[in-house]
């Protein structure tokens, strides 16, 4: 059993981290206040291939595994949990079906764009009735001779303002239930395409999510992803990588919540001294630390099975689960450790809060990832 990074994997660590602390955390404040998508970092992750982290270079991606990608989605996200879930959306919700599921023009013609971040994509499954109950979608696609007709509506889609091609869940059978759901590609271009305006939001106000209305949406009959009726298989396997990619960005915002809380406790005076020699403070930067490195490790096991080709439903779950609410639980200790000054948003512990809370509903919520969980050992 190894527990350390490979050199390439080391060298995606750094080189990540020295853009983060460089470029985009100095930024991070000024796109939160402002709920300003952030274009220029966007390129820049483009530039060190981090849109297409684990898709092979003939598809324009940056041919490295998946336990690379965690490392550098922490590490942009330590600086800004917007400019992560975007660089997550594309890596897990949108290139990863397109190199598993598509068709070799698919690949070509739609994934290499992306993965080479000339092109940016979205994940259309959510809808205003479908949330963590994903069969209960009622978008349809309609075959009309070569082509497919789209009718309905998607709310909560990460990067879809500026998305170029949004993969869509639509049912083709409604008769078949879970079973009548297809998946399809379409291009932002499409008549009867359109976005609603971007999402007044908590927290990641970075990354811009909004609705997307499809009104008899015609799309070619090659822009179907998989095999007709396999829409629910794409969706659940799909998610099982997402949440390795979240659990990612969870650790980036509790490791920066951690990281300010001892600056914080350090430079702070109360009592004598500063409040780090407090022991109440020292109990919550021990417990801190511990959660997020139990945390990591969960992380970096899912991502590892996922890249050896072994299951990890399970493990993605359990990385996400407790990933989330350790962000949570940090956060929260970081604003109690930073006091009065937490609350303010001078500082940057109220930031990783709000940005916190997210991790724990996208991309299936706590109480769905205890199900994944539960359902898993009731199998064995």
């Known amino acids: 059993m190894h527990f350390e990074l490979t050199e390439e994997q080391k060298l995606v660590q750094q080189t990540a981290r020295e853009l983060a602390e460089r470029e985009i955390a100095p930024a991070a404040a000024a796109f939160d206040r402002e709920h300003r998508y952030p274009a220029e970092m966007v390129a820049k992750l483009v530039e060190l291939g981090l849109m297409g982290v684990a898709i092979p270079d003939e598809y324009g991606g940056a041919g490295m595994d998946y336990v690379s990608y965690v490392v550098a989605m922490e590490e942009i996200s330590a600086a800004c949990a917007g400019t992560g879930v975007i660089m997550s959306v594309n890596n897990s919700l949108v290139c990863d079906p397109l190199l598993k599921y598509g068709t070799a023009k698919q690949k070509k013609e739609v994934l290499a764009p992306l993965a080479s971040g000339r092109k940016l994509g979205c994940f259309g499954l959510t809808e ?204 929260t200790k970081a604003i109690q450790v930073h006091g009065g000054y937490g609350y303010l948003e001078d500082f940057a512990a109220e930031r990783h809060f709000r940005d916190a809370k997210i991790t724990e509903i996208y991309e299936g919520t706590s109480e769905i990832q205890r199900l994944v969980i539960a359902a898993s050992l009731l199998r064995e």
């Open 128 to 331: 205003p009735a479908a949330g963590s109950d994903a069969s209960k979608i009622r978008t349809t696609a309609v075959r009309d001779g070569d082509s497919w007709v789209l009718n309905g509506e998607k709310n909560f889609i990460t990067n879809a303002p500026q998305a170029d091609w949004a993969i869509i869940f639509a049912y083709t059978d409604k008769a078949q239930r879970h079973k009548g759901i297809s998946t399809f590609l379409v291009p932002r271009e499409t008549p009867g395409y359109s976005t609603g305006p971007y999402e007044r939001k908590l927290g990641i106000r970075a990354s811009h999510s909004s609705s997307i209305h499809l009104e008899d949406c015609r799309i070619p009959g090659d822009l179907l992803l998989g095999e007709i009726g396999q829409g629910f298989k794409v969706a659940m396997t799909t998610l099982d990588a997402g949440r390795i990619g979240i659990a990612a960005q969870a650790l980036g915002i509790a490791r920066a919540a951690l990281h300010e809380s001892v600056i914080y406790a350090k430079e702070r005076q109360a009592f004598g001294g500063p409040i780090a020699n407090l022991q109440a403070i020292q109990f919550m930067l021990a417990d801190m630390a511990t959660r997020l490195d139990a945390a990591r490790l969960l992380t970096l096991r899912a991502a590892h099975l996922k890249d050896i080709g072994q299951p990890f439903s399970k493990e993605s779950a359990m990385a996400k689960l407790f990933a989330a609410e350790t962000a949570m639980w940090v956060t």
